[in-house]
């Protein structure tokens, strides 16, 4: 059992330690690619569709996509 066990960026569950799933995939509000734990390559597709970045008020390129 692990203390800090990952949780997937897409749905948030704990993922056990050697399951996770990497991709370089856009966070919101930050400019650049990072890779981020998810539960499934379902997810990661998913993320990358639905996850489009926080839009900003002032039409900020790096915040709306």
């Not at 800090?4 to 996770?20: A, D, L, S, T, V």
């Not at 995939?25 to 379902?42: A, D, Q, T």
Request: hydrophobic fraction near 25%; charged fraction near 30%; aromatic fraction near 10%.
């Amino acid at each position: 059992m692990s203390l800090f066990k990952k949780k997937c960026q897409y749905c948030g569950n704990k993922i056990e330690k050697g399951e996770e799933v990497f991709a370089e995939v856009k966070v919101p509000e930050f400019k650049n690619k990072m890779v981020k734990p998810f539960c499934s390559e379902e997810h990661v597709e998913l993320y990358k569709k639905c996850i489009k970045g926080t839009p900003s008020s002032n039409s900020c390129p790096y915040c709306t996509g």
